[in-house]
């Protein structure tokens, strides 16, 4: 469960990490500080002491957690007789270690979320208490601030009742949707228009109204729910725009040309520099994970050019054509942006005239009036 946890709501030790030690052989406080990479301690699974440093380059689970911790400090949990019981979120101290015959336990979870801290402590507290443990409150110091853990008292959330009629299709009374989720182990009492109801710390997993509905459904069962046929409906069909997209491309590989696919982000470099044009009308993103896909294209012809720049070493001649959306920037619209549909075709050869553009784009333009004439 402890993995589990870690895997899921931890994000692989991104977001917290659990520890469980003996508590017998630990001396409160317990203070949870910082250590210089120099620190050296045995931990857990090995005999002799190592320090941080050689611990994170030297055992596999240095090397595959040692990466979550950035600087040159490292967090450590010791107690008044500076036992070590873990430098999370990486390894335990082997001095705090759980053997068989182990009756009392210290349970840590530290992390970079409180709240997610919060709901894996109570979910391990909720899953002790049910194997028969006794849970005892731990009270954590923060400066001027003191909380009690586990904190067990459950979320209330308000649940309208018209909600849960939309959502499920079905005319619930309030006294039904309040028993359906005491079905499922949701305390809830009805208020009005709407429902109370108190979710379980460990139910992390009800974000929104729709999880409580959901919930409803199961107390209510699903076997219960009769299907309703007397809705409209229609036949579905293509759409025009992707009717009209195939014929242009059935046009162009009829005249010899090949598609291509380009992203509609692009660098600076191919829009701008290597064209010699002018950024100002730039449609740039914010927080860009790299320089390759910083803005948004306005032509596909820089794609084009691209992908002809690296084919140099295939046969010639070489027919392309792109299919795709260009953005230009747009004060009258609602996003400040607009985009057109383009279509871009090129023509690489030993001898290339504009001629040879020219009846293509003829011939093109002829077949497909010729198209729209037949299916108007």
Known sequence: MQE?????????????????????????????????????????????????????????????????????QYPILKDSNDTVLSIPPIINGT??????GVGNLFVDVTGTERRLVEDALAIISEALADAGGDLEKVSVKQNDETMTTPNLNPRKVKLKIEEVKNLLGINLSASK?????????????QKKQSITVEIPRYSVDILHAVDLIEEVAYGYGFENLTPDFSFRYSKGREDE?????????????????????????????????NLLRE???????????TQLYEFLRDTLVAGMLDVMSKNIHQEYPQKLFEIGYCFQKDDSSETGVREELLLCCAIAAERAAFS??????????????????KNT
């Open 356 to 373: 040879d553009i020219r009846s293509v784009l003829d011939t093109f333009l002829l077949r497909l009036k010729k198209y729209k004439t």
């Open 4 to 72: 589990d946890l870690h895997a899921g709501l931890g994000r692989k030790r991104k977001k917290f990490a659990i520890g469980l030690h003996n508590l017998d052989v630990l001396v409160p406080p317990i203070y949870y500080t910082v250590a210089e990479s120099d620190f050296a301690f045995i931990p857990l699974g090995f005999s002799s002491p190592m320090t941080i440093e050689h611990l994170l380059k030297a055992t596999e689970v240095g090397r595959k957690y040692g990466g979550l911790v950035k600087g040159h």
């Open 95 to 100: 001095a705090t270690e759980v053997k068989s």
């Open 279 to 289: 950024d100002k009308n730039a449609l740039k993103v914010e927080s860009s994970k």
């Open 241 to 273: 725009l992707a009717k009209g997209l195939r014929s242009v491309r059935r046009l162009l590989v009829g005249l010899g040309f090949q598609e291509i696919t380009n992203y509609s982000m692009s660098s600076r470099d191919l829009l701008y520099k």
């Open 177 to 189: 949707i309040v028993d359906s989720l005491r079905k499922v182990r949701f305390d809830a009492s």
